[in-house]
């Protein structure tokens, strides 16, 4: 890694951390399990975009260890490394398609995460009772990921700008 | 920018998936809804393997896995009195009647299941 990527991707896992904390002082609005905005997403789809896989999961992987670590439970951790994993496998998917635009990654991402929290913490409760809230957490992944979709697109635009300008530069 | 005439060419794309994901959610919502019925029993498990078993009933107030929980059952609907995790969510979840909706304590590991029903007492389902 060139010294650059590495400051990068270093102030990007944290912007994700502080985005991660800054959630966990919202109040669940909902009382279902596992619905949640996202915003560390932002950081996720923007990595995925400006720079490539290797680095997106570099940083959602360890996001998720060290909110884990800092904010939450070995618990959280398993279902949040599920949902982040098979977000990002998807988006990356999803993405090199090349058929759909950022805010239809960020989505799909957002409904993927639910599903792959949903699915571990039911492996780990051993039971469906948890399927019930499948309905509300794919379309709480709709709205959210609409969101934080809009918003990485503006960001993938405009941020990106000038990194030629410093790249001419050293 | 080559972004943009790419952004402009996916949009009505991203609008078909981001529509046939919302479809799927609401029409998984509207199928729970109207297959709703209400419940005969409330199933407490813990991590898995049923603990308890209350008919929705007798009202009452049950003190579930060791005091970590409460659930309350009142006029055939059930919901969870007290809970020690901190996020109270399965607290929030407020009041289950329907066969298949539940009540979950992540943190404690115990899930509350609204089963069977009236009209279900000869039917395996």
Redesign the interface.
Same mark, same amino acid.
């Given at each position: 890694m060139k010294t650059r990527e590495i400051a990068e991707t270093g102030l990007l896992i944290t912007l994700a951390m502080v985005l991660s904390y800054v959630e966990s002082l919202i109040p669940?609005f909902v #009382? +279902? !399990?596992g619905i949640k905005v996202g915003l560390a997403n932002i950081v996720v789809v923007y990595a995925l975009y400006r720079l490539d896989f290797k680095h997106a999961f570099l940083i959602s992987l360890l996001r998720v260890l060290l909110s884990a670590l800092l904010f939450g439970?070995v =618990?959280t951790l398993a279902y949040s490394a599920a949902g982040a994993f098979l977000s990002l496998v998807g988006m990356s998917i999803l993405k090199r398609t %090349?058929?759909? %635009? &950022? &805010? #239809?990654v960020s989505?799909?991402g957002a409904?993927l995460h639910n599903l792959g929290q949903i699915a571990v913490?039911a492996a780990?409760? %051993? &039971?469906g #009772?948890?399927f @019930? @809230? =499948? !309905?509300?957490l794919? +379309?709480s %992944?709709?709205v959210t990921?609409?969101v934080i979709g809009l918003v990485s697109?503006m960001l +993938?635009?405009r941020v990106g700008k000038g990194r030629e300008d410093c790249n001419g530069s050293d | 920018m080559k972004d943009k005439v790419r952004g402009k060419s996916t949009v009505s794309r991203d609008i078909v998936l981001i529509l046939a994901l919302a479809v799927v959610g609401l029409g998984l919502l509207l199928a729970m809804q109207l297959g709703g019925r209400a419940g005969a029993y409330a199933v407490v498990e813990l991590e898995g393997s049923e603990i308890a078993r209350y008919p929705l009933d007798c009202d009452g107030v049950f003190v579930l896995n060791g005091g970590t929980n409460t659930l309350e059952i009142l006029g055939g609907k059930a919901r969870m009195l007290h809970a020690e995790c901190p996020d109270k969510l399965c607290v929030k979840m407020g009041w289950v009647r329907f066969s298949g909706q539940s009540l979950v304590c992540l943190p404690e590991r115990i899930s509350v299941r609204i089963v069977g029903g009236r009209s279900s007492v000869d039917v395996v389902n």
């Open positions: 669940a #009382a +279902i !399990p439970t =618990l %090349g058929l759909f %635009g &950022t &805010t #239809a989505v799909s409904v913490a780990l409760l %051993g &039971t #009772a948890l @019930y @809230y =499948l !309905p509300f794919i +379309i %992944g709709v990921g609409v697109a +993938i635009r | -």
